[in-house]
């Protein structure tokens, strides 16, 4: 909303000489963001108001030409060269007079052209900074002013405009009326509300017959007619000046006239053409099929939840979203039917929507309009009309009104200053309240509310405490920090946590937090069974997205959607991971709703944390592409499987988690090719490729490799243990052993370790390999067993009976050969 300081100042008696700062911090104070304060441009030197007197159409050149005679306000008229024909003789200008500097300091200066003296010259709104039309010369019409007059005042050019950003909630800020309302109540000044003003006695029946079929989205319709409109008549400049500084487009005086009241009443019109309209006028809902042709050309179907202005022909406007065009404003309308009415907020912010039609009026309503100024809205803008268009008023207004009272909210006294924390007296609780409009009764500690009009969202008393602390100033709430109790850092998990997302980092995976909700084709997506528990969705009531209304229960799809994304965007070689929250869902107790006026007691914060969803912490990666580069050094390799393993290995380590690896199946992953990952013999995740219905489904190259793992689910760390560092060498050995192709890898490796004690200090598979000499069937797998013992140096006797040793044991647990 922006708002003209000279306007402002014509309903609020402000402080003389307040500078602009305190003005800003007044804004602030009542809970308004100043976006922008728009200075008035640099303009010095003699900028004048001029008439005038003659005009000499000059020939011979590539472009129409004038020489005009103006009257500054001197003893002899100016002659003055301009190109412009959109003023006439009689007409008031704004001329700037050798000596002037207009803004991007443009000095003006006597000097030849087109074969004359021009003396000045007459200058265009945009010339002068305070619009960017270009097209012709600012025209103030042929009254008002004296010629000679200093332009500044006459312009504006010393007006200062605030741009506030207003939250939806508080819908009767959008108006200069509710801005000056509020400003006057934290400066304490008096103030005039523009809405206070005497109804003309209208004499006769109303003109228009009007029927209201849907009272729950329009409890008040009001309209009024208006004939002998002078269609030719211009907006005055006063008028097209403050809309020009509010934003606002001048179009035509009918159009003009109730953009003005919007901005000063906040209340949005429309003017239909009255010639153009056909019989009786009724408010009610679209029908299956109808069609609307709205102003700005486009032909919309409607839907059953429109809410609709129709005549005999159909309809004619789409109820506080756009007008129709069959019923516009033109060029020669002389007869007007002003149309002012109160709709319900969320009819009209799902039409806008669904219509895609922003709008200032649209804007306000949404947010809540005045039903008691609908027929004082009517009464301004037919008194402009009449004053500036010669119009005249058909009748008494049409005032549909089925609107009822409003019951008082009931608040302690004491509750602002127990939610605020600030000992806020009786009688200051009265006054920010009376301040703000509402009428406040009550002797004892209750108090009665009757919210104003214009505040359609009091009706709590958590609304009304809102408003009191907003009005006794958010500063004078007391910042007390708790004090921190020492030796408290990052907990256990929260490092843990840490750990992990560096560990992937330096893995060389590349964090890709996701949106966190999902719907069910991303779940029909990967495959899931219907009876996997991954779709136990928790469904949020209002979501973001109709398309992924629910809490996710796993990271693959949010973190396969940022896969595809890279690589439609032309990468190829991704390795991505992220870590965060999953929401499974289950059978769960309500939570209640607690009141806001005091602290839960210990049961509802109970019942409030049983209902809440268990979160546990997962780790996800997805890679697809080169794991490793080409180059010189080689053909590169590509990423596999066995990668998405070594990720869930990383985690487990950066962990302090022993992780274990066996044969699984799960979707998504690719039968044959996922692995189970298990902690202390409990599954964890999984491990593996994509099936290739996945990949084909989401657009994925084939193999791509994806690990998924609970966190959360390996044990707490221990506290750690230094290991004992031996100073002696060590001794290495290899063995290759041939196994059937279903035995494990892993298991054949535990069982070596068993079989060598205490004297093995590592082990590793270092080679699989599949092919003659080895049987089909089975397996060739090479392990690299480090061996060292604490106080001594191991002989040959003794590293050769441990490699027996280990030979044996996993000869007796996996059925292994040692290869010839």
């Not at 809902?285 to 032909?299: F, H, M, N, P, Q």
């Not at 009428?439 to 008393?461: A, I, Q, Y």
């Not at 965060?580 to 289950?586: D, E, I, K, T, Y």
Request: charged share 25%; glycine share 10%.
């Amino acid at each position: 909303m922006k708002v003209p300081v000279s306007w402002l100042s014509e309903l609020v008696d402000l402080p003389a000489g307040i500078p602009v700062e305190e003005l800003d911090t007044a804004f602030v104070r009542l809970g308004f963001e100043v976006e922008e304060i728009v200075r008035p441009p640099a303009t010095t030197g003699p900028l004048v108001v001029g008439r005038v007197l003659e005009i000499e159409e000059l020939t011979g050149f590539k472009k129409p030409i004038r020489y005009c005679q103006v009257e500054v306000g001197e003893s002899e008229p100016r002659g003055i060269v301009c190109g412009a024909r959109n003023f006439a003789v009689g007409d008031l200008v704004v001329a700037a007079l050798p000596g002037a500097v207009l803004p991007g300091d443009f000095a003006i200066a006597a000097r030849k052209t087109y074969d004359h003296v021009s003396d000045g010259m007459i200058c265009s709104v945009r010339e002068l900074g305070i619009g960017e039309d270009h097209a012709g010369i600012l025209v103030l019409g042929q009254d008002g002013f004296e010629p000679g007059t200093p332009a500044a005042d006459v312009l504006g050019l010393d007006d200062v405009v605030f741009d506030l950003d207003v939250t939806p909630d508080r819908g009767y800020a959008m108006s200069m009326r509710g801005i000056a309302r509020d400003l006057a109540g934290v400066l304490g000044v008096s103030w005039r509300d523009p809405a206070d003003l005497p109804l003309p006695d209208w004499s006769g029946a109303p003109a228009w017959e009007v029927t209201v079929a849907d009272a729950d989205r329009c409890d008040r319709f009001s309209m009024l007619a208006l004939e002998d409109l002078d269609p030719t008549a211009p907006s005055p400049w006063a008028l097209r000046q403050r809309l020009a500084q509010c934003g606002v487009r001048s179009i035509s005086l009918a159009v003009d006239v109730t953009n003005y009241v919007m901005l000063e009443l906040g209340q949005p019109m429309h003017a239909f053409d009255r010639a153009t309209v056909r019989g009786p006028i009724t408010v009610r809902k679209a029908t299956a099929g109808e069609r609307l042709t709205t102003l700005d050309g486009a032909d919309r179907a409607l839907t059953d939840d429109d809410l609709l202005i129709t005549d005999e022909s159909g309809p004619i406007g789409m109820a506080g979203v756009m007008g129709g065009a069959s019923t516009e404003i033109g060029d020669s309308t002389t007869a007007v039917l002003l149309e002012a009415a109160h709709w319900e907020q969320t009819g009209i912010s799902r039409g806008v929507r669904r219509h895609r039609l922003p709008s200032e009026a649209g804007k306000r309503f949404e947010r809540g309009t005045d039903p008691e100024v609908t027929v004082v809205a009517l009464a301004r803008a037919a008194a402009l009309l009449v004053e500036h268009g010669g119009a005249r008023v058909v009748g008494a207004p049409v005032d549909a009104d089925t609107r009822t009272p409003r019951q008082p909210v009931a608040l302690d006294a004491d509750l602002p200053g127990r939610i605020a924390g600030v000992d806020y007296t009786r009688a200051q609780v009265i006054d920010a309240l009376e301040a703000i409009g509402a009428t406040v009764e009550g002797d004892g500690e209750t108090l009665r509310v009757s919210p104003p009009s214009w505040r359609g969202d009091l009706l709590e008393p958590a609304d009304l405490v809102e408003e009191v602390v907003r009005f006794r100033g958010f500063d004078e709430i007391p910042s007390i920090l708790p004090t921190a109790p020492p030796g408290r850092g990052l907990t256990e998990r929260q490092r843990r946590r840490r750990s992990i997302g560096r560990a992937l980092a330096d893995a060389g995976y590349t964090e890709a937090p996701a949106f966190p909700f999902i719907g069910t084709p991303q779940l029909d997506a990967l495959g899931l069974p219907g009876d996997d528990d991954r779709r136990r969705v928790n469904t949020v009531r209002n979501p973001l997205s109709e398309e992924a209304p629910a809490l996710r229960t796993t990271l693959l799809p949010g973190l396969l959607a940022s896969l595809a994304r890279n690589l439609a965007r032309g990468q190829r070689d991704v390795a991505l991971f992220e870590h965060g929250a999953v929401f499974p869902g289950g059978e769960r107790s309500t939570a209640p709703l607690p009141g806001v006026d005091r602290r839960p007691d210990d049961a509802t914060l109970a019942a409030l944390l049983g209902a809440v969803p268990a979160q546990p912490w997962h780790v996800a990666v997805a890679l697809t592409g080169q794991r490793e580069p080409r180059g010189w050094w080689g053909p590169g390799r590509a990423a596999e499987w066995a990668d998405a393993v070594q990720a869930a290995r990383t985690v487990a380590q950066a962990a302090g988690a022993e992780l274990a690896v066996r044969n699984g199946e799960r979707a998504p992953w690719h039968p044959g090719r996922c692995a189970e990952l298990l902690v202390d013999g409990r599954v964890v995740g999984y491990a593996g490729e994509l099936h290739p219905k996945v990949c084909e489904t989401l657009g994925l190259p084939p193999r791509t490799s994806v690990m998924e793992l609970d966190a959360d689910a390996f044990p707490a760390p221990g506290v750690p243990v230094a290991p004992s560092i031996s100073t002696f060498p060590p001794v290495l050995i290899d063995l290759a052993l041939v196994v059937a192709d279903d035995v494990p890898a892993a298991r054949v490796a535990a069982a070596l370790a068993d079989g060598a004690g205490e004297l093995l200090e590592s082990i590793r598979l270092f080679d699989v390999y599949t092919g003659a000499p080895v049987p089909a069937g089975s397996r060739s797998l090479a392990y690299a067993l480090t061996l060292r013992a604490p106080d001594r140096t191991l002989t040959g006797e003794e590293a050769a009976a441990v490699r027996d040793a280990a030979l044996a044991a996993a000869t007796a647990a996996t059925g292994a050969s040692l290869r010839a």
